[in-house]
Nanobody
Framework: QVQLVESGGGLVQAGGSLRLSCAASGRTFSNYAMGWFRQAPGKEREFVAAMSRTGANIDYANSVKGRFTISRDTAKKTTYLQMNSLKPEDTAVYYC???????????????WGQGTQVTVSS
């Protein structure tokens, strides 16, 4: 089992920045690729970013490419999502998740955090 806890969400004005954190506990953090997803009200959950176990492979949704950066600190067992130039359409609940592979498909992820709300005002 892997337990994931997100933090860092909040209310920010358009153009601002936030950094989300996802702290992992349980099984070996380095065994898992990590992903970030988000779900806005009335919409399906969508892929945001993913990083492989070693960090060698990184993938971003087109909607966030160039604005968001995923990273991980293996020693701290923490994954981060730095979000810059935020837009109102980035408003959603953001989830981190862990998987044994490297995927955009949320069904491939085995463990999920509880989510953290990000609200971007115009």
């Amino acid at each position: 089992q892997v337990q994931l806890v997100e933090s860092g969400g909040g209310l920010v004005q358009a153009g601002g920045s936030l950094r989300l954190s996802c702290a992992a506990s349980g099984r070996t953090f380095s065994n898992y690729a990590m992903g970030w997803f988000r779900q806005a009200p009335g919409k399906e959950r969508e892929f945001v970013a993913a990083m492989s176990r070693t960090g060698a492979n990184i993938d971003y949704a087109n909607s966030v490419k160039g604005r968001f950066t995923i990273s991980r600190d293996t020693a701290k067992k923490t994954t981060y999502l730095q979000m810059n130039s935020l837009k109102p359409e980035d408003t959603a609940v953001y989830y981190c998740a862990a998987t044994g592979g490297f995927y955009r498909n949320d069904r491939a992820y085995d463990y999920w955090g509880q989510g953290t709300q990000v609200t971007v005002s115009s």
